[in-house]
């Protein structure tokens, strides 16, 4: 019943920068915490930001520290991502997902999206 439409991605070359949104829809957006996930090939799918359903505070995993940032739109049911200082390794598809912060991880709550895919050309 959730839907989860993620865009934005594309190519960029090592330093630019790109902004991901991510549509929700199909449940009371404003109830749910929200991550961005990726997941590039031949690796897991890792939590790199999250966001509180009041927008603070947010949370980032190391890999993207200082360079990324979340935050929501809670009257239009949207989340973002605003990527700065792409490296090549941030390559990988990007996914949302509405999640239940536990203590020491998170957990996603719905089907997953076909997310957006993010290169990153050295």
């Known amino acids: 019943q959730v839907q989860l439409v993620e865009s934005g991605g594309g190519l960029v070359q090592a330093g630019g920068s790109l902004r991901l949104s991510c549509a929700v829809s199909g449940t009371i957006f404003s109830d749910d915490a929200m991550a961005w996930y990726r997941q590039a090939p031949g690796k897991q799918r890792e939590a790199v930001a999250v966001?509180?359903?009041?927008?603070?505070?947010?949370n980032y995993a190391d890999s993207v520290k200082g360079r990324f940032t979340i935050a929501r739109d809670n009257a239009k049911n949207t989340v973002y991502l605003q990527m700065n200082s792409l490296k090549p390794d941030d390559t990988a598809v990007y996914y949302c997902n509405g999640v239940i912060i536990g203590k020491v991880a998170l957990f996603p709550v719905y089907s997953w999206g076909k997310g957006t895919q993010v290169t990153v050309s050295s």
């Open positions: 966001i509180t359903t009041g927008g603070n505070p947010t």
